[in-house]
């Protein structure tokens, strides 16, 4: 089914140098696609190719940027008769309280995280409007579940969803796919601050790769790598302290950190 579906298919991966996106790229390799990778950082695109002789197209651009995704739309002319898939993963991350977080700099996040996942997939779809096409985003479990330290994150991925949602609503939006991970033991939040906690559960770049790759192939519009999330969303509905009982769990951990960094 995975071969059917992504087989010589032409298929964009952002964010494609570390996590989430090198999982994407390993577990898709062998499915016999045209990848092209993006990333900021060329040289860790240069060793992945080195790595996988089958990748042909790596790409440096700077998605934070509003000319960023017009780097990826002139390869695509030149190279390129159709994208079949963009898996849109590229995002950063900030941690810390609110009232400290890097909100000078709010436009760049949001143009990464938000804008320039929903900008790409337009210019695709305006690109080639007969050709068979999927966006598939990466958003974060965030969307549906806040957590302590994550105010202008959570703010990002929040947007996306409900972004999503009126796209879905308007009877339009069968391209879109939305994957929500939980946390994700790459170096992804590292970035975000010194030693940060991890919010519960942990899991996998490879399991949230291989999720929503299946995801993808089955055209869902929502992807839920974690069961266990899944069902704590669908519980929380019903039994309201289950949200609570989250929340102070994590809420001590967060204190435990701004305790550590006052220390230090």
């Not at 963009?86 to 991350?93: L, M, S, V």
């Amino acid at each position: 089914m995975l071969n059917k579906t992504f087989s010589q298919t032409n298929i964009i991966i952002t964010g494609a140098a570390s996590g989430i996106g090198l999982e994407l790229v390993k577990q898709l390799l062998p499915l016999k696609p045209n990848l092209l990778l993006v990333d900021i950082h060329l040289e860790a695109l240069e060793n992945l190719q080195e790595e996988h002789f089958e990748v042909k197209g790596i790409l440096k651009t700077d998605l934070s940027k509003k000319e960023g995704n017009q780097v990826i739309l002139d390869w695509v002319k030149t190279n390129w008769n159709h994208v079949s898939f963009c898996f849109a993963n590229a995002g950063i991350a900030e941690y810390g309280p609110a009232e400290k977080q890097n909100w000078k700099e709010m436009d760049r996040l949001f143009q990464l995280n938000v804008h320039s996942p929903i900008q790409i997939g337009f210019m695709l779809k305006e690109l080639f409007p007969d050709k068979s096409f999927r966006l598939i985003i990466t958003a974060s479990a965030i969307s549906y579940w806040h957590i302590p330290g994550y105010s202008l994150y959570g703010a990002t991925k929040s947007a996306l969803l409900q972004w999503a949602r009126t796209v879905w609503s308007e009877k339009n939006g069968n391209w879109l796919s939305l994957a929500f991970p939980i946390s994700t033991k790459t170096k992804f939040f590292e970035r975000a601050g010194e030693n940060i906690p991890k919010a519960f559960p942990l899991q996998s770049a490879a399991k949230v790769a291989e999720s929503i790759i299946h995801g993808t192939s089955k055209k869902k519009r929502r992807i839920f790598p974690s069961k266990l999330f899944f069902l704590m969303l669908i519980l929380s509905h019903f039994l309201g302290f289950l949200k609570k009982i989250y929340g102070i769990f994590e809420y001590r951990k967060y204190k435990n950190w701004l305790k550590k960094q006052s220390e230090a």
